[in-house]
């Protein structure tokens, strides 16, 4: 079924990396007078966090988005920083060998919709459960969406890797997003690619 599959092109999100979104929202709900469903409601309105994500404005413009949203100038980068990290659960190590071993018989790559904050925190929780600091250390490219100024699901941001990768054939890239409900499943559909 997958023999005709070159290419594994990973999301980070829920595939990768277990996110619970609602996380962040709790937290910043804890950083400002406004309820959780108000500031969810705000949060959807917002273009900078969509902007952070594409690498239009830096961390400093997004932390100072940050403060106006929750109507609090006094907070401290750390604190933003870490409530904006909290939607990051963890990275099961049994997923990064399964990907390692699929890595020496097929092309393994991400493209993930992320930031530069995220970036340095999962970085570091790859660190905390595997002997990588970074995830370039064992797929053969990685694609961020705050590096590469695009984004998923714009068609730019697949034609990026296709113009970067000139021998690469769509149809055989199996693409894995989190739209698999149970990360469980995703290990399980790994496992048939080795």
Known sequence: ??????????DLGNVVIYLHEEGSYHEFASLSTDSYQTLKTKVKNEKFFNEFEKGEISETEFRSGLRRLLSDESLANNQLDDAWNKMLIKIDPMI??????????????????????????????L???SEYTHLDQFFHKVYLSHEIRERKPDHSSWQFILNDNPDMIAAEVLFLDDKIENPGETLELLKLLI
């Open 96 to 125: 990064i060998d399964v990907i390692k071993r699929i890595s020496e018989s097929r092309t393994v790559m991400v493209l993930s919709n992320t930031n530069s904050i995220h970036e340095k925190a999962f970085h570091k929780m």
């Open 127 to 129: 660190n905390e459960v």
């Open 1 to 10: 079924m997958y023999q005709d599959i070159k290419t594994i092109l990973f």
